[in-house]
């Protein structure tokens, strides 16, 4: 069964950083591109960054370029998110998904159940 | 950025009856990089229909999708209890990628 699970969620103070991960089964990891997209508490979905199946090729959201990176271990089938100087508007349930293809560029078949981030003092 | 703005914003309609979503770009948007998904209250999204026309695994044939250029539509043939969700378009034709604002398909 193809299956994402996110962890790394939690509280933290603005200004603060997060890492979130992604741990993936149930296919191969490294031939297809990853994805993460957020959803702020009542909004609807914002895409915020896609990584490529090698990790060669990144791709951001204008809202998150130089504060966030994205990477992934294909060794461990992780997908990560490393979030920096967080605000308190990227409070957010955090999902990673899975595209149909190698390159980002196309939709995204299988989602995790989401991650919790809360920024705030 | 594309933007995509979906319309209406809430569809109020009865089950059995047939629901018509649109989605439409600020900039032409290639067919393959078309996707719509459906999110219902506290569940991850679900891709439904992606290239703008072709359903996703385990999606009925009442679902549909058709467009191109900058004008795409969702449409439910007749809607089953289980179809009364939240359907967001979504582009992947440029980075960033984009999604609509979202359409509520509310039981009437």
């Known amino acids: 069964e193809v299956q994402l699970l996110e962890s790394g969620g939690g509280l933290v103070q603005p200004g603060g950083s997060l890492r979130l991960s992604c741990a993936a089964s149930g296919f191969t990891f490294n031939t297809y591109a990853m994805s993460w997209v957020r959803q702020a508490p009542g909004k609807g979905l914002e895409w915020v960054s896609a990584l490529s199946g090698g990790g060669t090729n990144t791709y951001y959201a204008d809202s998150m370029k130089g504060r966030f990176t994205i990477s992934r271990d294909n060794s461990r089938s992780t997908l990560y998110l490393q979030m920096n100087t967080l605000r308190a508007e990227d409070t957010a349930v955090y999902y990673c998904a899975k595209t149909l293809g190698y390159n980002w560029n196309r939709a995204m078949d299988v989602w995790g159940q989401g991650t919790t981030v809360t920024v705030s003092s | 950025e594309i933007v995509l703005t979906q319309s209406p914003g809430t569809l109020s309609l009865s089950p059995g009856e047939r629901a018509t979503l649109s989605c439409r770009a600020s900039?032409?948007?290639?067919?393959?990089?078309l996707a719509w998904y459906q999110q219902k209250p506290g569940q991850a999204p679900r891709l439904v229909i992606y290239?703008?026309?072709s359903r996703a695994t385990g999606i009925p044939d009442r679902f549909s999708g058709s467009g191109s250029g900058t004008d795409f539509t969702l449409t439910i043939s007749r809607l089953e209890p289980e179809d009364f969700a939240v359907y967001y378009c979504q582009q992947c034709g440029g980075s960033p990628g984009t999604f609509g604002q979202g359409t509520e398909v509310e039981i009437k």
């Open positions: 290239g703008a026309s």
């Open positions: 900039q032409s948007v290639g067919s393959s990089y």
